[in-house]
């Protein structure tokens, strides 16, 4: 799909009223979203009882872990049509990348924010098939400590992509664009928006381990190579 910067005005138009405006918005979706995720990790750090060095290293083992969920699931379902998870390409290449392309990153209204945060179901898919099932493994394979660190860490994994992706979103001008890490993370996503490269490079939302691990972190050679799509 190649769409020029005059086109993104008419396809907006198109999805806006495909999409009718949600009940809930955008804003009020995330500070709940806050609240479920911020009160599970308050609560699996306050079931927590003298966590060995060991155990401690749950935390960096589930930041990979999640890092890497992020990259295969962004390179994967969200860009490959794939069986039963038909939803995820649909609103990720077929509305939020048809939204948003690297000349035009930026929401035009509140109402748009429905184009740019994970829908709700994502939340809950992710509570009940990651967090609980491996949770509840880790508890009996390890420790009760083990589990409830993994699910703090994996739900604030959760909240930093929802929070970092909209930084990517957020106006030029905006006070939080002046911050270097989000600076240079807003040029590799806007990247990721151009249509060319879109299938083959910056799959990562947040830190770009998977892209380097991997070898698709975006460079000129390698979007030469990958070509218009
Ligand atoms: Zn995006
Ligand atoms: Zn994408």
């Given at each position: 799909?190649?769409?020029?910067?005059?086109?993104?005005?008419?396809?907006?138009?198109?999805?806006?009223?495909?999409?009718?405006?949600?009940?809930?918005?955008?804003?009020?979706?995330?500070?709940?979203?806050?609240?479920?995720?911020?009160?599970?990790?308050?609560?699996?750090?306050?079931?927590?009882?003298?966590?060995?060095?060991?155990?401690?290293?749950?935390?960096?083992?589930?930041?990979?872990?999640?890092?890497?969920?992020?990259?295969?699931?962004?390179?994967?379902?969200?860009?490959?049509?794939?069986?039963?998870?038909?939803?995820?390409?649909?609103?990720?290449?077929l509305q939020h990348h048809l939204f948003f392309t690297h000349d035009s990153m930026e929401c035009?209204?509140?109402?748009?924010?429905?184009?740019?945060?994970?829908?709700?179901?994502?939340?809950?898919?992710?509570?009940?098939?990651?967090?609980?099932?491996?949770?509840?493994?880790?508890?009996?394979?390890?420790?009760?400590?083990?589990?409830?660190?993994?699910?703090?860490?994996?739900?604030?994994?959760?909240?930093?992509?929802?929070?970092?992706?909209?930084?990517?979103?957020?106006?030029?001008?905006?006070?939080?664009?002046?911050?270097?890490?989000?600076?240079?993370?807003?040029?590799?996503?806007?990247?990721?928006?151009?249509?060319?490269?879109?299938?083959?490079?910056?799959?990562?939302?947040?830190?770009?381990?998977?892209?380097?691990?991997?070898?698709?972190?975006?460079s000129p050679s390698r979007a030469l190579k990958g070509g218009a799509s």
């Open positions: 799909v190649t769409v020029g910067p005059s086109n993104v005005a008419r396809i907006r138009l198109q999805l806006r009223a495909k999409l009718p405006e949600k009940k809930l918005s955008g804003r009020v979706y995330f500070a709940l979203l806050n609240f479920y995720l911020l009160s599970g990790i308050a609560l699996c750090l306050f079931l927590t009882s003298e966590i060995s060095w060991q155990e401690s290293l749950t935390v960096p083992a589930t930041f990979l872990y999640a890092n890497l969920a992020e990259y295969w699931a962004h390179r994967g379902p969200m860009h490959r049509p794939v069986p039963l998870l038909n939803l995820i390409f649909r609103g990720h290449t035009d209204e509140r109402a748009d924010f429905r184009f740019l945060l994970l829908p709700p179901y994502m939340v809950l898919f992710f509570t009940f098939v990651f967090i609980v099932p491996l949770g509840i493994a880790l508890y009996f394979i390890f420790s009760a400590n083990v589990a409830y660190l993994y699910a703090a860490t994996a739900a604030a994994y959760y909240l930093n992509y929802e929070a970092m992706h909209a930084l990517y979103h957020l106006p030029e001008s905006h006070w939080l664009t002046r911050v270097p890490l989000v600076r240079a993370l807003r040029i590799s996503h806007r990247r990721h928006h151009d249509h060319r490269f879109m299938t083959h490079c910056n799959f990562n939302i947040t830190y770009p381990i998977g892209d380097v691990l991997f070898g698709t972190r975006y």
